[in-house]
């Protein structure tokens, strides 16, 4: 079926997802061209917010009301950082987890949770069962296993892991190395059907 031009570009008015009009701005040549100003749009909306730390309760409320009533502001977000050290609180691990369900094209996550108490209430409210399905690279400082396992059987496009044993410190994205800061730096593939505990070391073990 052919459409004109005009009506190509009313379509891409209507998308928000940066990867829909990327593999729809590719169906041929003359798309693509009506698709420029969108593209455009969007790299700039990732410019501006595809990098997002969440580390206290009114920032977190702030962006899931930003992120709910803007669609392309939260299609545009590439990388997240939880960073979080306040005790149990199961309000503000629930509002981790709206958050990270209203992100699906995040593709770097890092969650870095201090207190224990506070480990499971984000586990229990299911922080780390939210379908990220660009995701490629997760660090945490989460020490349980089990969960952080069977988050990344869910995941097999993942291809970097680092489990830190603390937090890095730092300001922004958390983009600081977990090399230098004690932890277990490993490529991941596609884990077997069932993946075994990790060994009590605190090393992960991956499938060759």
């Known amino acids: 079926m052919r459409l004109p031009f005009e009506l190509w570009a009313l ?24 698709a420029q100003d969108a593209i455009e749009q969007h790299a700039a909306l990732v410019r501006k ?18 992120a709910s009533a803007t669609p392309s502001m939260r ?20 509002n981790f987890a709206i958050a990270l369900r209203e992100l ?12 224990e108490g506070m ?8 922080l780390l069962r939210a379908p990220l ?7 945490t400082s989460m020490s349980w296993w089990a969960d952080v396992m069977a988050f990344l059987a869910s995941h097999p496009a993942l291809r ?18 977990p090399r230098s800061h004690g932890a277990t730096v490993l490529p991941w593939c596609a ?7 990790p060994p009590s070391s605190g090393r992960v073990r991956l499938p060759a």
């Open 104 to 115: 699906p094209n995040v593709r770097t996550l890092a969650i870095y949770i201090q207190n």
């Open 160 to 177: 970097d892991l680092a489990i830190t044993s603390d937090a890095p410190t730092g300001s922004g994205s958390g983009a600081s190395s």
């Open 191 to 197: 884990p077997p059907d069932e993946p075994s505990p």
């Open 119 to 126: 480990v499971q209430a984000c586990l229990r409210v299911g």
């Open 11 to 34: 379509v891409f008015e209507h998308l928000e997802d940066g990867y829909d009009i990327y593999a729809l701005a590719y169906v041929c040549r003359g798309v693509r061209d009506v």
């Open 75 to 94: 299609f545009a977000i590439r990388t997240l950082t939880i960073r979080c050290t306040v005790s149990r609180d199961f309000q503000v691990a629930a």
């Open 49 to 66: 917010h595809g990098t997002v730390t969440l580390n206290s309760y009114d920032p977190i409320r702030h962006f899931i009301r930003n």
């Open 133 to 139: 399905l660009r995701l490629k690279s997760f660090s």
